[in-house]
């Protein structure tokens, strides 16, 4: 878990701040996984537990709506998440070579952590600046017009 | 913000302040090279400033009238210029204020005659006023399908049920489809208008945008706008004073493409999975919390204030016989203008790709521009005089969708393209039902080997029965489409697949296992460059001798073409 984002607070009183913001309703389900998953990075299992009593929705019912979208994790992430965007303009304008090349830099497959916990590596869906394909995400910022000799020194940015 | 601060006390030091209007703009396009400016008329976008630097700007650039060369963004940064000045074959409804008023101010919308609209209907028209008006005008449903907006307002002020809602459809997925985050980010209080005017045809109370959460900013724009609509009484109790009351949330979404079917988008404004249900019923009768719910796309929104403001009339006289207004589209992929474009109805294809988007990058050839998302279809050249309307698209074996257009030049593999949106597809489907879950996997595995060049005798037989099946068979809009890709390329670039699995050929030279490097003794002056760059070292040759490529050890990576200054690289 990542200290710095969560004030040193517990997983149990993360989940209470959220739930009273979203006043408990079950509709706002989603709005709170995304909140918890901003704050820790992912839903620890904990999490499930302390949310299903607070809204009194089974369990099971948010595991299978937090595993549907593909911005909800329900495992840990890095200190970085690059965010790779797989979409056909970014496909077409070269991101393919591109894509090689962060997959050597890393030396990670989509889907992991790095052993170090530094980075975590995913695709997206269109990030809607296709105008400047190709285009990753790394945390907040994006880096648009890619080539792959840029790879390097953007990762290096990162600590 | 300093840079800002220290910008106006320069202007205001050199007597500029009456002459330079000063926008804080939230984002201008090239974050990573911020703190950036740009100056209009002449449209210049200066990055990487400093503190320093803006005394000596101020000097140049706005007392003296000379640009800084060396602080512009580079050629190459023109590109992202996401919206330009418009071509003549352009007009501009929906974007005629994007980039141009600040979206977080709602008096520069007002200014822009925003919220007039409002007052006119909120005053002057009854409900089936509205309706009638709008259905003069010809509007039709802007996130693809075209369905009738006045048709769809009806039913759902007809419907019975003592709660309404509005809804607005923002989870623009299709990749390579940016026109709804553009308006959203540039002109909010047009969608909220259009929203609220919609909310009294069809007597809701209450309403949702529904905001995919890849569009951070969009979603922060619309909250601010919502907050000063609602401050200035546009929003809440008794809007302008009449008995009509009416609020709005944005609800964003968490990453699941299938959201932006209508069904799918309900169910996560519910907080559930977001899982298409069958229709009928269809929203209009039995939607948001099982109660009637008009939805709508950005765009319809956004075209309804100019309606109501210019007359149903002007509307109608853009576009083709059953397609009025204009369209915005997402200019991407080989073609050298990308960017946002609106455009009449009935413009042809290849007066959009050449007029308007300036023709094929690097002076290639055009081979196919794919319209309407991932579910859509690609065009081959002899489309290319179609007059663009959600009929003749369908027709053609495409569909307008939502606007996005990929445009690909001659070394695009139509397989590997089919293979590649199958793939994005399969990826996105919600696995609801059979069809469309266990069917284009399938189709995936055979596209795949195609491109790996073990396509077999019966394949593209077997990806038609399939792609029919699934076609007829899902239960919602992104499996009903699925196979589109795959039909369309097969229609008019069956001969690329035919070459993949009969001739073991990629005519594009793009699947690699069906294309080898060679290197030509006539050109071949042996400088060994090529040699020392290849990662596996399977080029030898001596010293200004011709070099050889080991085809058996060669992963085809194309380095050795990349790096070769006499052409001798040839790809078989």
């Known amino acids: ?111 992991d952590t790095s052993e170090d916990g530094k980075w975590t590596l995913m695709t997206t869906s269109c990030l809607g600046v296709c105008a400047v394909g190709p285009v990753m995400m790394i945390d907040d910022d994006i880096y648009g017009n890619l080539t792959p000799d840029q790879v390097p020194g953007i990762l290096g940015k990162y600590e | 913000m300093q840079i800002l601060e220290s910008l106006k006390a320069e202007l205001k030091k050199n007597g500029l302040e009456e002459e330079v209007n000063i926008l804080d703009s939230p984002r201008i396009g090239m974050c990573e090279k911020g703190p950036e400016i740009l100056v209009y008329p002449e449209g210049l976008h200066y990055i990487n400033l400093s503190l320093e630097d803006i005394p000596l700007l101020v000097q140049e650039q706005f007392l003296k009238g000379r640009p800084i060369e060396k602080w512009l963004a580079p050629a190459k940064a023109e590109k992202v210029t996401e919206l330009r000045e418009p071509t003549p074959r352009e007009v501009r409804v929906v974007l005629r204020n994007s980039g141009k008023i600040d979206p977080e101010n709602i008096e520069d919308y007002i200014a822009e005659n925003g919220y007039e609209a409002l007052a006119k209907v909120l005053t002057e028209y009854t409900p089936d006023e509205v309706i009638d008006i709008i259905k003069r005008s010809g509007l039709r449903g802007r996130g693809g399908a075209g369905f009738s907006t006045a048709l769809k307002w009806a039913i759902t002020r007809d419907s019975v049920g003592d709660i309404k809602y ?62 000063q609509a609602r401050s200035l009484g546009l929003l809440g109790e008794k809007i302008f004073g009449t008995d009509f009351s009416f609020d709005l949330e944005v609800r964003q979404g968490a990453g699941a493409f299938v959201c932006g079917e209508e069904t799918a988008l309900i169910a996560s404004i519910e907080g559930r999975r977001g899982e298409p249900r069958p229709r009928p019923p269809f929203p209009s009768v039995k939607g948001l919390f099982g109660k009637p719910t008009n939805i709508n796309n950005v765009e319809t929104y956004a075209n309804v204030p100019q309606i109501i403001l210019r007359g149903p009339e002007w509307f109608a006289e853009m576009g083709t016989e059953k397609s009025k207004g204009t369209k915005t589209f997402a200019l991407a992929g080989d073609v050298k203008n990308t960017g946002l474009i609106e455009v009449p109805f009935g413009i042809t294809l290849r007066e959009i790709i050449f007029d308007v988007g300036g023709g094929i990058k690097n002076d290639l050839a055009f081979k196919a521009v794919q319209t309407g998302g991932p579910m859509g279809g690609c065009l081959p050249a002899s ?167 080991d085809p058996d050890i060669c992963i085809r990576c194309g380095i050795c073409k990349q790096v070769c200054n006499y052409e001798a690289v040839l790809v078989l």
Not at chain 1, 47 to 54: G, K, N, Q, V, W
Not at chain 2, 168 to 189: I, W, Y
Not at chain 2, 398 to 409: E, F
Request: charged fraction near 25%.
């Open chain 2, 383 to 549: 489309a290319l005089d179609l007059p663009v309307d959600y009929e003749k698209l369908t027709e053609a074996g495409s569909i307008m969708g939502s606007g996005g257009m990929v445009v690909m030049d001659e070394e695009t593999c139509m397989v590997d393209i089919a293979r590649f949106f199958m793939e994005f597809i399969q990826d996105e489907s919600c696995g609801k039902c059979v069809p469309c879950r266990v069917g284009t996997k399938r189709m995936l595995e055979i596209l795949t080997r195609i491109c790996d060049g073990n396509g077999r005798e019966g394949d593209i037989e077997l990806l038609e029965a399939l792609s029919k099946e699934i076609r007829q068979d899902s239960l919602c809009g992104l499996g009903q489409g699925a196979p589109n890709p795959v039909v369309s390329t097969l229609k008019h670039f069956r001969h690329e697949y035919e070459a993949h699995i009969y001739d073991k050929q990629c005519p594009a030279k793009v699947c690699r296992a069906l294309i080898r490097y060679e290197i030509d003794p006539e050109k071949c002056v042996g400088c060994t460059l090529c040699a020392r760059n290849c990662p596996v070292n399977c080029i030898s040759g001596e010293v200004k001798k011709t070099h050889v490529i």
């Open chain 1, 1 to 111: 878990m990542n200290i710095q984002k969560t004030n040193g607070r517990g997983v149990i009183e993360i989940v209470d701040l959220v739930v009273d913001e979203f006043h408990a309703k079950k509709e706002e389900l989603i709005p709170m996984l995304m909140k918890i998953n901003q704050t820790i990075g992912y839903i620890p299992n904990e999490a499930f537990d302390r949310l299903s009593t607070r809204i009194r929705v089974p369990k099971s019912q948010i595991y299978s709506v937090a595993t549907f979208y593909h911005m909800i994790s329900t495992k840990p992430v890095g200190r970085h998440v690059i965010k790779f965007c797989e979409s056909a303009p970014c496909h077409v304008a070269g991101g393919y070579e591109v894509w090689k090349t962060v997959l050597k830099e890393l030396g990670i497959q989509p889907g």
């Open chain 2, 166 to 227: 509005v809804v607005c459809n923002a989870d623009e997925g299709d990749p390579g489809a940016f026109m709804n985050r553009s308006v959203l980010e540039g002109e909010p209080h047009a969608v909220l208008e259009g929203m609220i005017i919609a909310a009294y045809a069809i007597g809701a109370q209450q309403g949702y945008i529904y905001c995919r959460a890849e569009y951070p900013i969009a979603i922060r724009t619309l909250n601010i706008a919502i907050n």
